[in-house]
């Protein structure tokens, strides 16, 4: 049995527009707001359609690939009957096993989706206040008035407005014979980290260390987009910005050696590039004060210059630009709700996941879970044992001080009890694991999935 309660969905993007259909599929009357098409509304500074479910940026979902990250997420998605994806399918273009699509046919296919659907009516205005039976899907470019509201209601300090996010690398490809554990005078956090320290630390010689800024300084830039001149101060200065204004600038901020010896020659070394703990089993690591604009091979090249992580594996690049999102852990309840009014919910790019494809998988588990609520049940999440499991695990467990936007990555999911060496193998395993789990968790709760044909079954 499903209510007729009216439902108003807000932002006619990815997780909207997936959420909208979710839920009118499960036979809820939906009510799909997006300003962009408004009378008098200016859109946001990156869309430049009025269509629903528009790609701002690159035209790719990623690997289709169960046995990368952006691959598996995908196949779940697909297990729980993904709109977006369908058709994401019905809009693809040649670019191997990347799931790249030619935007215009993308977005007019979800309009169409949209539009024809008996419940659901898209009405363009641009919504001001928090729906009491509803999901927020407004995304990274959330307008103005509605971001002062969610403020108010959750505190000006659970929204940023940008990202400036650092590098995250897998722990097992750091060369922990050169990198040491260790806080900084032996004691910052030590309570936190317990005994063997919250830092591991990356420690330079002066030519190593020279080296590395020069590359840094040489190193291709992405350009922002004209409306993303944020104004930088402490805490999200680039690090190549940081570079550039001096050899020594880094090495006096967040490179300083001071308090720390390197076990090796008991000396303090020149400089030392500090790695943060990301998440419990210390499986992800943070370039800490990395935050950064150079293009991913760049990254790639510069950070392996930095002893110990010769062979890095990155589950995240750096990155900075306008992304409006909340401080999940600390703000929202587990399946992404405002904590003191559970059918309120909260899905995409503002959640703290980042990318086309992680946006939309919190549509579905949005409509999944509002629907349930509607019907008197508990919400539910897959395990974290499923990549979207762990992409909402990593969203209420993550620590709120050092909150960042996410995505999927093998970094996130829970270890496999007996791991295989060979990497290519253990991704198998963790792929063929997630499939199986999400299949028995749907049998558990009764989870069905939309068919194509949007039968569910
Ligand atoms: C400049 C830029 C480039 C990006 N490039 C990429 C990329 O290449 N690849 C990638 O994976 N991700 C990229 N991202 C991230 C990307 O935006 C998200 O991954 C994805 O679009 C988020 O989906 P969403 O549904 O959360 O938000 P969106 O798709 O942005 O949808 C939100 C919708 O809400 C509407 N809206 C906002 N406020 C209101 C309101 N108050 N009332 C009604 N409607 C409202 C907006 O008009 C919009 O249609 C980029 C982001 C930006 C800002």
């Given at each position: 049995m499903t209510t007729r309660t009216e439902i108003h969905v807000i932002g006619g993007g990815l997780a909207g527009s997936e959420a909208a259909f979710q839920l009118a599929e499960r036979g809820h009357r939906v009510v799909l707001h997006e300003m962009r098409g408004a009378p008098g509304n200016q859109g946001t500074p990156a869309h430049r359609t009025e269509s629903l479910a528009e790609l701002v940026c690159s035209n790719t979902f990623k690997?289709?690939?169960?046995?990368n990250a952006h691959g598996l997420l995908k196949a779940e998605m697909r297990a729980l009957g993904s709109v977006i994806l369908e058709c994401a399918d019905a809009a693809r273009i040649p670019a191997g096993t990347a799931l790249a699509v030619d935007r215009d046919i993308f977005s007019a296919a979800v309009q169409a989706r949209i539009l024809a659907h008996p419940n659901i009516t898209v009405v363009r205005d641009e919504i001001t206040a928090l729906p009491e039976v509803g999901i927020i899907a407004t995304g990274p470019l959330t307008s103005d008035g509605l971001a002062a509201s969610i403020a108010s209601r959750l505190g000006a300090k659970s929204l940023a407005f940008y990202d400036a996010i650092a590098p995250v690398i897998s722990s097992?490809?750091?060369?922990t014979s050169i990198a040491f554990r260790a806080a900084r005078w032996g004691k910052e956090t030590m309570a936190e980290a317990g005994p063997e320290g919250a830092y591991l630390n990356c420690p330079m010689t002066k030519e190593e260390y020279d080296a590395f800024i020069a590359a840094m300084v040489e190193a291709d830039l992405y350009h922002s987009h004209e409306f993303e001149d944020i104004p930088y101060f402490e805490g999200c200065m680039p690090v190549e910005e940081m570079a550039r204004r001096g050899a020594e600038t880094l090495r006096h901020g967040p490179?300083?050696?001071?308090?720390?010896?390197?076990?090796?020659?008991?000396k303090r070394p020149w400089a030392v590039l500090q790695l943060r703990q990301e998440d419990r089993a210390g499986r992800m690591w943070n370039l800490v004060g990395c935050q950064t604009r150079m293009r991913y091979p760049e990254q790639t090249k510069v950070f392996r210059l930095v002893p110990g992580l010769g062979n890095a594996e990155f589950l995240r690049f750096g990155s900075i630009h306008r992304n409006s999102y909340l401080n999940a852990p600390q703000?929202?309840?587990?399946?992404?709700?405002?904590k003191d009014s559970e059918t309120t919910l909260f899905a995409g790019q503002i959640t703290g996941v980042e990318g086309y494809t992680e946006s939309t998988a919190t549509g579905i588990m949005a409509g999944i879970n509002l629907d349930r609520l509607l019907r008197g049940e508990r919400p539910v999440l897959p395990p974290p044992t499923t990549m979207l499991g762990a992409l909402y695990r990593h969203l209420r467990e993550a620590d709120p001080a050092h909150f960042q936007p996410m995505n999927a990555n093998f970094g996130l999911l829970e270890e496999l009890a007996d791991p295989p060496r060979d990497k290519a193998l253990k991704r198998e395993r963790y792929a063929e694991r997630a499939l199986q789990e999400l299949a028995s968790w749907r049998q558990e709760y009764g989870v069905v999935s939309l068919s194509p044909s949007g039968a569910s079954v």
């Open positions: 690997s289709t690939d169960a046995t097992e490809s750091i060369d490179m300083r050696p001071v308090g720390l010896r390197d076990p090796r020659s008991g703000a929202l309840s587990p399946h992404l709700s405002l």
